[in-house]
C-alpha cells in the first residue's frame, strides 16, 4: 500500500510517499515560494532496494502561482519520468494530510468528510497562516486523488490529553462553555513523534520530557509518559516561545493599546502579531540563518533576538520541569532546534540546578539521527531528535484504516 503524506503550509508543501506496512520512504520533498514569481521544488527519490544509497534529489523551478500547480507538478514528478516511482495516482490509497487546527471536535485521527471539511474551515480565523493552506491542500488532493481515502492528522489531537486547569483561561466560564476559548495547543504531532523515541532511547516509557520544536512556528510541550500535560501555544499558534514572525506571549494589554488609543484594526493586529512580529520584529530577518550570519557581523538586534529567543525557552524549561515534577531529557527538534548549536548552547547554559550539563563539542558536531549531546554524568538527558511529521502521520492514517 502507498501512503502519500501532504503538510500544507502557506507558501510551501512538504509531502512524502511510503510504502507500507514497511514504512519506508519512497519519495519526499519541499515545495517552495507558492505564489511567488519563482517558485522551486525539491524532489527525493530513495532507492528502496538499498535504505542506505544516498537518494536521487531533482531540483525544478517553477511559476507556481498556488497550491494546486505545486501538487500537480508533483504528481508529475512521482508518475512520469526516468524518476518516476508510481505509474498513476491510482496507485495511492491514502492521502494524510496534516492539519494544524482542529478545535475541541477532534481528539483524533480522522476520515475527511464535507463536515469535517466545514469545520476545518470554521477555524480558519483560530489558524490564519494554516488551516485554509491546509484546507486547499485537501481540496486539491481530492481532486488529483479521486480514488484515494484522505485523512485528517491535526496539529492539536496529541495536547487533547492535557488537563483542565492547563488548558483553560481565567475567563468567565461560559466562554469556554459556548465559545470554546481554551489553551488547544500544536505540533502535536511532531511532539508525539519524538516524545516516543526519546521514550525508547532511554528505555523509559514512562520519561519525563521537555520537547522544544523550533521551526518557523516554535511550541514546547511538558510530555509524561508519552501523554502531553502542557504546551506553550494556546487558542491559537501565536502564544509562547518568539518565533519566525509571530509574537508568542504577549500581556493583553498591548493588544488593547493597539487597538485602541493606537488605532489599528482587527486585521492589522492580526498581520502584526503572526507576520511582523517575532524574531523578523526583532532582528529584520525571519530566518535563523540570517540572523545567526547577522550575529556574527556583530549586528546588535541579532544579539538581542537571539538572547530573547533562547530566555523564553529557558523560562518555559525552568515551569515545565515543575509541571512534570522532574526531568528526564529535554528534546530539541524542527528546523532550527535540529540544526542551530549556537541556540541549544545558549539555552543549555546554567541548567545544572536542573540536571542538564551540555557536552559543547558534541552539540557542534553535525550528525544525522538521535544525537544525545549531554555530559555523561548529566542527571538528565539533552536530545537532538530530527522530527517526522509526515512519518507520524503516515503511522496514524495506517492505524486508522486498519481499524476501520
Ligand atoms: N542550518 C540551519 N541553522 C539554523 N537554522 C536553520 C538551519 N536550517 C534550517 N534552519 C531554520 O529552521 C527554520 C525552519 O524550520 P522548519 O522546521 O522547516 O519550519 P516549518 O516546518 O515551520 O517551515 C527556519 O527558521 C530556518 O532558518
Ligand atoms: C502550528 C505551527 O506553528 O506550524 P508551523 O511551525 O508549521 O508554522
Ligand atoms: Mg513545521
New binding site residues.
Given amino acids: 500500500m502507498n501512503i502519500f503524506v501532504v503538510n500544507s503550509?502557506s507558501s510551501?508543501i512538504?509531502y512524502q510517499l511510503f510504502r507500507w506496512p514497511s514504512e519506508r520512504p519512497v519519495s519526499s520533498g519541499l515545495v517552495e515560494r507558492i505564489g511567488q514569481e519563482q517558485g522551486s521544488i525539491t524532489h527525493k527519490v530513495f532507492d528502496l532496494n538499498n535504505p542506505e544509497a544516498p537518494a536521487t534529489e531533482l531540483r525544478l523551478s517553477r511559476t507556481l502561482p498556488n497550491h494546486e500547480a505545486g501538487l500537480r507538478e508533483v504528481v508529475r514528478l512521482l508518475t512520469e519520468g526516468a524518476e518516476r516511482v508510481i505509474q498513476s495516482p491510482g496507485e495511492i490509497a491514502v492521502v494524510g494530510h496534516r492539519v494544524v487546527h482542529g478545535g475541541e471536535k477532534f481528539a483524533a485521527t480522522t476520515r475527511i468528510t464535507p463536515e469535517v471539511k466545514a469545520e476545518i474551515k470554521s477555524l480558519f480565523a483560530l489558524a490564519p497562516l494554516h488551516n485554509p493552506a491546509n484546507s486547499l491542500g485537501i481540496d486539491v488532493a481530492e481532486q488529483l486523488f479521486p480514488q484515494a481515502r484522505q485523512v485528517a492528522v491535526f496539529d492539536t489531537a496529541f495536547h487533547q490529553t492535557l488537563p483542565e486547569y492547563a488548558y483553560r483561561y481565567a475567563l468567565p466560564t461560559e466562554l469556554y462553555t459556548e465559545q470554546r476559548i481554551r489553551k488547544y495547543g500544536f505540533h502535536g504531532t511532531s511532539h508525539q513523534y519524538v516524545a516516543a523515541q526519546a521514550g525508547a532511547y532511554l528505555g523509559r516509557p514512562d520519561a519525563r520530557l521537555i520537547t522544544i520544536h523550533l521551526?518557523?512556528?516554535c511550541s514546547m510541550a511538558a510530555v509524561h509518559g508519552g501523554r502531553a500535560l502542557d504546551t506553550t501555544m494556546g487558542f491559537g499558534p501565536l502564544a509562547g516561545l518568539v518565533m519566525?514572525t509571530r509574537s508568542g506571549d504577549l500581556d493583553p494589554s498591548v493588544l488593547l493599546h493597539l487597538l485602541g488609543p493606537l488605532g489599528y484594526s482587527a486585521e492589522q493586529v492580526s498581520a502584526l502579531l503572526n507576520k511582523e512580529s517575532g524574531m523578523l520584529g526583532l532582528t529584520g530577518f525571519?530566518?535563523?540563518?540570517d540572523i545567526?550570519q547577522a550575529l556574527a557581523a556583530g549586528d546588535e538586534r541579532a544579539e538581542l533576538g537571539y538572547a530573547l529567543y533562547a530566555y523564553r525557552i529557558r523560562q518555559y524549561i525552568g515551569a515545565y520541569a515543575a509541571v512534570l515534577n522532574g526531568l528526564d531529557a529535554i528534546v530539541f527538534t524542527?528546523?532550527?532546534g535540529e540544526?542551530?548549536a549556537l541556540v541549544r548552547s545558549r539555552v543549555c547554559q546554567q541548567m545544572d540546578f536542573l540536571g542538564l550539563q551540555l557536552d559543547e563539542a558534541k552539540n557542534q558536531q553535525r550528525l544525522p539521527g538521535l544525537r544525545d549531546v549531554s555530559l555523561p554524568d548529566s542527571r538528565a538527558r539533552i536530545l537532538i531528535i530530527p522530527t517526522n511529521e509526515e512519518l507520524e502521520i503516515a503511522r496514524q492514517c495506517a492505524e486508522l484504516i486498519a481499524a476501520s
Fill in positions: 503550509g510551501s512538504k521551526g518557523n512556528g519566525g525571519s530566518d535563523m540563518r545567526g524542527a528546523g532550527v540544526n542551530d
